[in-house]
T-cell receptor, first 114, second 112 residues
Framework: GESVGLHLPTLSVQEGDNSIINCAYSNSASDYFIWYKQESGKGPQFIIDIRSNMDKRQGQRVTVLLNKTVKHLSLQIAATQPGDSAVYFCAENMLGTGFQKLVFGTGTRLLVSP | DGGITQSPKYLFRKEGQNVTLSCEQN?????MYWYRQDPGQGLRLIYY???????QKGDIAEGYSVSREKKESFPLTVTSAQKNPTAFYLC???????????FGPGTRLTVT
């Protein structure tokens, strides 16, 4: 399959562990953030999003935390499964500009061992 | 079955040739985007279009061209002027007031 991000930071976990993937964003005016999952050779898939008026949002097995003070975003995956193995990207956007332009981080590779 | 399709999945070209990558969506989205992805880097915006017959350059537009003659289609041409065309190309779309962008499966272009 396609190899995306040959030199990405890598997080290795055991199946069943909780995973935490971190992201530092650059623009203090960004007010909307998204986490995407990208499997090898495929396009990114939406996981979860959060607006800047929140500091936490939960989905199914995933939680996103936003710390605007230090411009930090994290994705927590509970009970990590082998199918969670992928590259995870955060993206930031300034809403209300009349156009959505996402700025993507470089990504983190998550490897889940059975 | 709604979504974004890109074709072909793999494309091989000789240096000096122009090549056009297809992107079609049936989500009735107004805005469409082209990104380039290289190993170890985040997605970089090439071009985007908010409405039919209108498009704007992104951060790395040099050596690329686009058209938006129909709402559902946003083809990207990689010209011979693009110095490093080998990459994974991703198309995305969203509603004009939307939040998340929906991505296609990508086209891997190799130029030798």
């Amino acid at each position: 399959g396609e190899s995306v991000g040959l030199h990405l930071p890598t997080l290795s976990v055991q199946e069943g562990d909780n995973s935490i993937i971190n992201c530092a964003y650059s623009n203090s005016a960004s007010d909307y953030f998204i986490w995407y999952k990208q499997e090898s050779g495929k396009g990114p898939q939406f996981i979860i999003d959060i607006r800047s008026n929140m500091d936490k949002r939960q989905g199914q097995r995933v939680t996103v935390l936003l710390n605007k003070t230090v411009k930090h975003l994290s994705l927590q995956i509970a009970a990590t499964q082998p199918g969670d193995s992928a590259v995870y990207f955060c993206a930031e956007n300034m809403l209300g500009t009349g156009f959505q332009k996402l700025v993507f981080g470089t990504g983190t590779r998550l490897l889940v061992s059975p | 079955d709604g979504g974004i399709t890109q074709s072909p999945k793999y494309l091989f070209r000789k240096e000096g040739q122009n090549v056009t990558l297809s992107c079609e969506q049936n989500l009735n989205h107004d805005a469409m985007y082209w990104y380039r992805q290289d190993p170890g880097q985040g997605l970089r915006l090439i071009y985007y279009s908010q409405i039919v017959n209108d498009f704007q350059k992104g951060d790395i537009a040099e050596g690329y061209s686009v058209s938006r003659e129909k709402k559902e289609s946003f083809p990207l041409t990689v010209t011979s002027a693009q110095k490093n065309p080998t990459a994974f190309y991703l198309c995305a779309s969203t509603t004009i007031t939307g939040s998340q962008q929906y991505f296609g499966p990508g086209t891997r272009l190799t130029v030798t």
